[in-house]
Nanobody, 115 residues
Framework: QVRLVESGGGLVQPGGSLRLSCATS????????MAWYRQAPGKERESVAT???????NYADSVKGRFTISTDNAKNTVYLQMNDLNPEDTAIYYC?????????WGQGTQVTVSS
């Protein structure tokens, strides 16, 4: 059974940092492309960062140079390091695992950037 559980969200001031974690079970990072998505109030869910089984990463233009996606195979965990956060980064952040068929989603973790 596939399970994705996000953690690490919270309230942070502009310019601050957070590291999101996605603990996984039932999948392999050697097979699945992992991703972080986010959805702000009133907006559609958007892709933030992806990492392929070959460790190729891709980022939305809005987060390039500030966010870093990574995986730890030993811990079965995907991370999103977020630096220099700004209010426009406020959203619910979701972990995603995709291979073939329907993707898997976590329940999301709230990130709020505010002074």
């Amino acid at each position: 059974q596939v399970r994705l559980v996000e953690s690490g969200g919270g309230l942070v001031q502009p310019g601050g940092s957070l590291r999101l974690s996605c603990a996984t079970s039932g999948i392999s990072f050697y097979v699945y492309t992992m991703a972080w998505y986010r959805q702000a109030p009133g907006k559609e869910r958007e892709s933030v960062a992806t990492i392929t089984p070959g460790s190729t990463t891709n980022y939305a233009d809005s987060v390039k140079g500030r966010f870093t996606i990574s995986t730890d195979n030993a811990k079965n965990t995907v991370y999103l390091q977020m630096n220099d956060l700004n209010p426009e980064d406020t959203a619910i952040y979701y972990c995603n695992a995709a291979f073939v068929g329907l993707p898997y989603w976590g329940q999301g973790t709230q990130v709020t950037v505010s002074s």
